[in-house]
Structures are given as structure tokens and as C-alpha cells.
């Protein structure tokens, strides 16, 4: 597995050039160290107001990159916006090589990435646990016959078993321990949300603006006129602002002709809010930059949900029931 940016910005990229790449390039070539601990000894100084575990756990993911990642592997990525696994085959083994996709991710492997991608709602539970880990890079071998027979469409017969980590993997994950929950815990919140139907998706929304302190309007089932709720302050409407929002629940990029169906769509002069769960096409957020419409993405909705779930009516929250749980910080 190999993490596609700190917010997942890399996938066309990578798609484009037939690559997948790793960032901590103060680093630099991994050739120029004759040992690990050299390179250990280098994180220890660039990064030296991180913690001791994280530098630790930083410098063994890229001494593992460039050393352990050989001909042939496959490799697996995910996709926010779609919701998909993205796989591929290493076809070129570690370059440094900061002027291929960017200079922040300068460790690159190349690729041949598959046509054919995995929706993660194909995934056992115990993938999508194992997969959703925080790590930039590690190892899912365990998953590799089920991730195999979802390419081919095949059936799946037995138990597939928990993956066994090696110790540099075990741990990377212990000092991460607490992010790594949180983030598994944002994609299970993820495929609760992703469940949802359409009409159960906007009442969601709607149920996250009351949580805000707006009186909501849904529009019924059937031709909407583009605007699925609106929202205002006051219980007539008359309060500035008043938001119109579209919500769009699939696996499908949300476009530009829909963010310009939105903005001409009656209240004329309203303030506009477009939710699709599918993501937004380039067209798409260079026209909502433009008209100063906000955006929101499954993963931006995800926090919303984290933030005002408490403040939503219980109606609402009973769509994806969650509990709130403490963490060591």
C-alpha cells in the first residue's frame, strides 16, 4: 500500500505518469547511505523536532521503499473521491527523483497501473480495516488473494487471515497508534455515509445545518429545480444569508454544468453549497472557485459529521448511529 499525498492529491498524477511516489525528500537519495542506521542517523538530524518515534518510523519508511520494493510487486493505492483501489505492478524500482511528480514526494517507484480499480465496499471487513491504516507505505500481503480474485471477479472461499507484521511494521504502527485509530475510524464513519441512500443523504446534510443553527427546507421526491435544501437563519426566510445546497450521493465526479445548474437555480443571489460524495471534476472546482461556491467532498463531509454530530437532531443522527470514544493524545 502506498499512500497517494497527504490528501490524496496524487492519484491523476500518478495515473498520468505510471508511478507512485513517497515524500521526506530532506532525506535526499537513499544510495548515499551504506546502512539503515545511517539513514536513521540523517532523520535524527533533519527532523529532529518530531518526536523520536516518528523520525524513526519515517526514516524506516523510506529505507524500506527504496530497499524492499522490488520487479513485479504489486501495488495497491486509494482513491477518496471514487471510493476505489487503484492497483498496479512495479515496472522500475527506486529513483530519487524529485522532478517527476513533485519535489515533495521525491521517492519514486514506477508502475503499470490497471484499468480495472477495487470499490472498497467490495472489501471484507477485515481489508478495509487493515487497509485504512495511516502509514504512508506498508505491507498487505495477507489481502493479496482476495484483492486478486475482486481483479478477476472471482469468488472467495474460507477465511481469509489477519496480516502478520513484521517488527519495523509493528513498530511504525505503535508510535502511530492513536492517529492510526482515528483515521480507520473515519473510514468506517466513511462507509456508513457511503450506505446511505440518496433522500437519507439529504436529510444527512440537512441535519448537519439545523446542527449549525439554520432552519431547513428539504426539497420532496422528484424534479428539485437543482436545489436540494435550503437553509436561512430566521423561521420565514427573510434573514440573509439564505444557502442553497445540491447534493450529489454517488461514485461519479460531480461536473461543471453542475455547479453553473446550481448558481442559476432560484433564490437568485443565494449562497451556494454543493455536496457530492463523488468528488468534483477540475471544470468543477475552477468554476466553484470562481462564483465563490463551497465545495464539499466525502471526506470534508466526514469531518463535518465529527464536528457537529452532537448538535444534530436525534432523527438525524440515528442515519449513522456513532459513539463517542477517548483516545490517548
Not at 4 to 21: C, F, M, P, T, Y
Not at 155 to 182: A, K, R, W
Not at 254 to 269: D, F, K, R, T, V
Not at 314 to 329: C, D, H, M, N, W
Amino acid at each position: 500500500m502506498v499512500r497517494a499525498g497527504d490528501n490524496n492529491e496524487l492519484i491523476s498524477k500518478w495515473r498520468g505518469k505510471q508511478v507512485a511516489s513517497i515524500g521526506w525528500p530532506e532525506l535526499g537519495d537513499p544510495r548515499q547511505y551504506a546502512s539503515k542506521e545511517s539513514l536513521l542517523a540523517k532523520a535524527d538530524l533533519v527532523y529532529r523536532e518530531e518526536k523520536p518515534g516518528t523520525r524513526l518510523a519515517w526514516a524506516r519508511q523510506v529505507w524500506r521503499y527504496f530497499n524492499e520494493v522490488s520487479l513485479g510487486d504489486r501495488v495497491i493505492t486509494y482513491s477518496k473521491e471514487t471510493r476505489e483501489y487503484m492497483v498496479g505492478t512495479v515496472t522500475q524500482t527506486h529513483q530519487f527523483r524529485p522532478d517527476i511528480i513533485d519535489s515533495n514526494y521525491p521517492h519514486v517507484i514506477s508502475v503499470a497501473w490497471e484499468e480495472k480499480r477495487i470499490p472498497r465496499d467490495s472489501l471484507s471487513p477485515g481489508a478495509k480495516n487493515s487497509l485504512g491504516g495511516i502509514l504512508t507505505f506498508f505491507r498487505v500481503d495477507n489481502w493479496g488473494v482476495e484483492l486478486q480474485a475482486l481483479l478477476e471477479e472471482a469468488s472467495l472461499e474460507g477465511t481469509l487471515p489477519e496480516p502478520i507484521l513484521v517488527q519495523d511494521e509493528m513498530d511504525e504502527v505503535e508510535e502511530y497508534n492513536h492517529e492510526d485509530f482515528i483515521e480507520k475510524a473515519k473510514s468506517m464513519v466513511e462507509d456508513r455515509i457511503d450506505k446511505l441512500d440518496p433522500w437519507q443523504m439529504q436529510d444527512l446534510v440537512a441535519g448537519l445545518l439545523e446542527a449549525m443553527g439554520y432552519q431547513v427546507t428539504v426539497s420532496p421526491k422528484g424534479p428539485d429545480g437543482g436545489v436540494d435544501i435550503l437553509a436561512h437563519r430566521d423561521v420565514f426566510g427573510f434573514e440573509q444569508p439564505i444557502i442553497k445546497v445540491q447534493v450529489k450521493h454517488r461514485h461519479v465526479a460531480s461536473s461543471g454544468p453542475e455547479i453553473q445548474q446550481l448558481l442559476g437555480a432560484n433564490p437568485n443571489g443565494a449562497s451556494c453549497i454543493f455536496v457530492s460524495t463523488g468528488g468534483f471534476t477540475a471544470a468543477a472546482k475552477s468554476s466553484a472557485r470562481h462564483n465563490g461556491m463551497k465545495l464539499i467532498d466525502l471526506s470534508a463531509l466526514v469531518e463535518l459529521v465529527q464536528d457537529w454530530y452532537d448538535k444534530m437532531p436525534i432523527e438525524k443522527q440515528a442515519l449513522i448511529p456513532l459513539k463517542r470514544i477517548y483516545v490517548p493524545s
